[in-house]
């Protein structure tokens, strides 16, 4: 049962566009969510996260959108860099310790 | 800050033999740390949750005896992969939770492959 999902495996973007990268949820008790980032064969590291009790983060050129009305959350990247590119996980998690992740949307940016 | 480090990053063993794996957080205290499998192009998915000085809890469908973890102290946990299989052949990530922060740190990932 995928309690997160990112529906789009893929995405490739121009360089300077902007990158959106959507997740969704079906668990309504989550109230954290994070976005890791990760490179073939290596583990993920932490990129942004938002607590349900806002609608959005924001860090540098990576903003965090979270609607949970929709159970939905989405990543935006401006400008996208070639550096970007690599797979971007969502996770969401509630009140124990367990993360629950999406499959992952690998994103290229094309220079 | 916030360095988590794991070793070996790739093994190769034979079938029957067992591996373990150490997780460490260097720059900081972790009470939990987790184990995690990545299968190619899935998700990452849960193994165990290991809470220094009490056994691990394993999530449905992972078997305790064959990933023996232990979590001695607040900077170590082990994974220890028994009597492998080829089937067992995968990437092995550790996370480690900053004490009353929600984030999870991941270290480098192990490779482990079993002939």
């Known amino acids: 049962d995928q309690q997160v999902k990112q529906n789009s495996p893929s995405l490739s973007v121009q360089e300077g566009r902007i990158s959106i990268l959507n997740c969704d949820y079906t668990?309504?008790?989550?109230?954290?969510f994070l976005w890791y980032k990760k490179y073939p064969a290596e583990g993920p590291t932490f990129l942004i996260s938002i607590s349900s009790i806002k609608d959005k983060n924001e860090d540098g050129r990576f903003t965090v959108f979270l609607n949970k009305s929709a159970k939905h959350l989405s990543l935006h990247i401006v400008p996208s860099q070639p550096g970007d590119s690599a797979v971007y996980f969502c996770a969401a998690s509630g009140a124990g310790n367990q993360f629950y992740f999406g499959t992952g949307t690998s994103l290229t940016v094309i220079p | 800050g916030a360095v988590v480090s794991q070793h070996p990053s790739w093994v190769i063993c034979k079938s029957g033999t067992s591996v373990k794996i150490e997780c460490r957080s260097l720059d900081f205290q972790a009470t939990t740390m987790f184990w995690y499998r990545q299968f190619p192009k899935q998700s990452l998915m849960l193994m165990a949750t290991?809470?220094?000085?009490?056994?691990?809890?394993?999530e449905q469908g992972v078997e305790k005896d064959k990933f023996l973890i232990n979590h001695a102290s607040l900077t170590l946990s082990t994974l220890t992969v028994t009597s492998a299989h080829p089937e067992d052949s995968s990437f092995y990530i550790c996370?480690?939770?900053?004490?009353?922060?929600?984030?999870?740190?991941f270290g480098p990932g192990t490779r482990l492959t079993v002939t």
């Open positions: 290991s809470n220094e000085g009490s056994k691990a809890t394993y």
């Open positions: 668990n309504s008790m989550f109230d954290y």
């Open positions: 996370s480690a939770r900053v004490t009353g922060l929600y984030e999870q740190y």
